[in-house]
């Protein structure tokens, strides 16, 4: 992300030319910062949390790129490592990219197992993460072995919409999640490709 | 149409009672009654309004088990009948870390079972160790326990919750 060079399209290039020629200069510019989006337990000392993913949608903001191996529909089983995809987020400099990597958690879907995204937001938000008194100790010193975050004041609406979603999906008549003239999770997401997004 | 039940996340019980009618929706929350909104599913979700505030969450369905993703965050909410309910609340209810056995904290394969039946094992002491996704969990004993029974092999796939060792109940007073 900070030297502007698109990999993929760069080998490709290269294989076609056979010759290195009109490739920027890839003098780094800005900060990027990548966020391992991994399925595992925070509040279970990051245990490997396995099943099927039941939604997933990634953020389509500037800046930021996804590199993923998974869609909403896959299933994340035991015998393969725990990471999800990576979340890689670009600023002029590192405030500015430790926010949008904020941001772009937030807006972050990943419901079926249980992930790191809360974890890794709490992180990247955490005061001596922005300003860089970090040390190998850092997670130890500041974050519980089992993180689990408190009480929110949307709680209750989450209840509720978790109630609105079960009376529409009643009202739907069909089967949950496929009721007529409904978008599912599984028809509804945008598309989207590893190594896509917008870069600088 | 309506929809009544209780939302559990946690220890945190939620009794919601709602009613949709021409996309505006009431009811109670907790006994307190609620202002009314809007409410339609979107993408995947449902979006509330009220006034000129929006909120959309994501919410997805695996059995009792119902998730939120709102405003950044994921709601884990179950979906609490009131007869289980109600045998919850008759005093069987093992509390956590209380249960007469251990179980395995993720799905995966069991690596090792470090005791036998009858063994005494002090608080903390490794019982078995649980392996998924190259990464391995020690099951320990939640307090001494003696072992009445172990239901798991080094090799075997086991499913989270599934129990590995059963202890002997403690004399009741």
């Known amino acids: 992300m900070v030297s502007g060079v698109d990999l993929v399209a760069a080998q490709i290039r290269l294989a076609l030319a056979g010759a290195w020629t009109g490739f920027p200069d890839p003098a780094p510019r800005g900060w990027a910062l990548e966020c391992r989006v991994c399925a595992e337990d925070p509040g279970l000392g990051f245990a490997p949390s396995t099943g099927r993913i039941l939604a997933l949608e990634v953020p389509r903001e500037p800046w930021v790129r996804w590199d993923g191996g998974y869609d909403a529909g896959n299933e994340v089983t035991p015998h393969y490592d725990s990471l999800l995809g990576k979340l890689v987020c670009w600023g002029e400099d590192r405030a500015a990219a430790t926010e949008r990597a904020a941001r772009a958690l937030a807006h972050l879907v990943v419901l079926g197992p249980r992930t790191n995204v809360e974890f890794l937001r709490a992180v990247v938000e955490h005061p001596r993460f922005r300003e860089g008194r970090l040390s190998t100790a850092f997670l130890e010193e500041e974050f519980a072995s089992s993180w689990r975050r408190g009480a929110t004041c949307d709680d209750a609406t989450a209840a509720l919409a978790a109630g609105a979603w079960l009376l529409l999906e009643g009202a739907g008549g069909g089967p949950r999640g496929s009721a007529a003239g409904a978008p599912s999770p599984w028809t509804s997401l945008p598309g989207w490709r590893a190594g896509g997004g917008h870069g600088p | ?173």
């Open chain 2, 1 to 173: 149409v309506n929809f009544t039940g209780l939302l559990r996340e946690g220890d945190r019980d939620h009794a919601v009672s709602l009613t949709l009618r021409d996309g505006e929706l009431r009811g109670t929350h907790d006994g307190h009654a609620l202002a009314p909104m809007r409410a339609e599913r979107r993408d995947g979700g449902v979006l509330l309004g009220r006034g000129r505030e929006f909120a959309r969450a994501v919410v997805a369905r695996d059995g009792e088990r119902i998730l939120v993703h709102l405003h950044g965050r994921v709601h884990e909410f179950a979906l609490v009948d009131a007869t289980r309910r109600a045998r919850d609340a008759g005093g069987r209810r093992h509390h956590a870390g209380d249960e007469p056995w251990a179980a395995s904290p993720m799905t995966g394969v069991v690596s090792s079972v470090a005791v036998a039946p009858g063994d005494a094992v002090a608080a903390g002491g490794t019982l078995a160790v649980v392996e998924a996704m190259k990464m391995q969990f020690v099951v320990r004993a939640p307090r001494e326990v003696v072992v009445k029974a172990v239901r798991a092999a080094a090799g075997e796939p086991v499913e989270i919750g599934a129990v590995l060792v059963e202890f002997e109940e403690p004399e009741r007073p």
